[in-house]
Each structure stands twice: as C-alpha cells, then as structure tokens.
Nanobody, 121 residues
Framework: QVQLVESGGGLVQPGGSLTLSCTAT????????LGWYRQAPGKQRELVAT???????NYADYAKGRFVLTRDDAKRTVILQMNSLKPEDTAVYYC???????????????WGQGTQVTVSS
C-alpha cells in the first residue's frame, strides 16, 4: 500500500503564488507517472500536470507558462509551483501516482486526500 501525503493549499489573492507538495509513503516500489489533478465545484476532475519516470512532463493548457512541476524520486516527492493564480484556479488539488506494485508489477493508481486552493481577493 502506498499513501500520498499532500500539503500547501490555502487562500491566495489573484496574481499570487502557491506551492503544493506531495510525498509518497509506505511500500513504494516503482513510481510511473506522478503529478496533480484538480476538481472544481460542479466539475469533473481534470489534469493539472504529471511527469513520467523517464522525465516527460505533461501540462494542461491552462497550466503552461504559469505552473511548474518538479519531481524528486529520491525523496518520492512532487512539487507544484503555481504562479499568476486566477480565481478559476480555485479547486481541490489531488496528488496522483501511477504505481507498479511490488508483488506482481501490476499497475495501481493512488490519490491523495486533496488540498483546497482558493484564489480570491
């Protein structure tokens, strides 16, 4: 079992910055894609940004140029630096891990508990 521990959400004014952090704990064996999704009220969960084990980063269009994803496998951590935040960025942000299990290399997808980001003046 793997757990994803998130931190860093909060309230920020439009134009401000916020950093989210997520650390994988427990029986971490092989991390494939690692990153963040978000879900705004009344909307479906959507991609923010992810990074594969080989280093390929995938950003949502709205995140390009404003958000930066950094992955550190030695620390089992992924950080999302969010800049120039807008009210429409308000959502619950979820850490996501595509993981290969130790027992049989099967793929399993883990989610963090979610952290609230509110952008408001």
């Amino acid at each position: 079992q793997v757990q994803l521990v998130e931190s860093g959400g909060g309230l920020v004014q439009p134009g401000g910055s916020l950093t989210l952090s997520c650390t994988a704990t427990g029986d971490v064996f092989s991390m494939n894609s690692l990153g963040w999704y978000r879900q705004a009220p009344g909307k479906q969960r959507e991609l923010v940004a992810t990074q594969t084990a080989s280093g390929f980063r995938n950003y949502a269009d709205y995140a390009k140029g404003r958000f930066v994803l950094t992955r550190d496998d030695a620390k089992r951590t992924v950080i999302l630096q969010m800049n120039s935040l807008k009210p429409e960025d308000t959502a619950v942000y979820y850490c996501y891990l595509d993981h290969s299990e130790r027992e049989d290399y099967s793929r399993r997808y883990y989610w963090g508990q979610g952290t609230q980001v509110t952008v408001s003046s």
